[in-house]
């Protein structure tokens, strides 16, 4: 019997989007994750600024960390601001922490942040995804799909 599909995150928010991953990855599969913020990040990230453009996921240990992702300072904060690349905790089961490091270790495959987003409590969360990479002729492979939709968008459309 088929899997049923997984259910889609509850994004009500969504602050921050890599949307270069798709393009330089095959997602295989995705997570949700806590992540562990200071005061200033979680508004800094409220008033809709933060990057995750060129940041990766690694395993520290028994830990999952977020390194590269770029929450710049908040300008009312004061003294107490944060380190705008400080590499952050993500919070993850330890059953998906196992399979995350048993996918990196024995498959290759990355870990990649698709999107940081507040949920419908208003935690900050992060998409994760297992990811292998893509070739060259991969990439031309999508942006040849991508342009045909296009088209084909248009077609439809001229001719009604």
Known sequence: MAKPPAAPFDKQKVVAENRRARYDYFVEERFEAGIELKGTEVKAL?????????SYATMHGEEVVLINSHIPEYKSGSWMNHEP???RKLLLRKREIDKLNGAITRQGLTLVPLSIYFNGKGRAKVELALARGKKVHDKRETIKERDWKREQGRLLRAHG
């Open 46 to 54: 409220r008033a809709g600024e933060g990057s995750i453009a060129e």
């Open 85 to 87: 690349r400080r590499q």
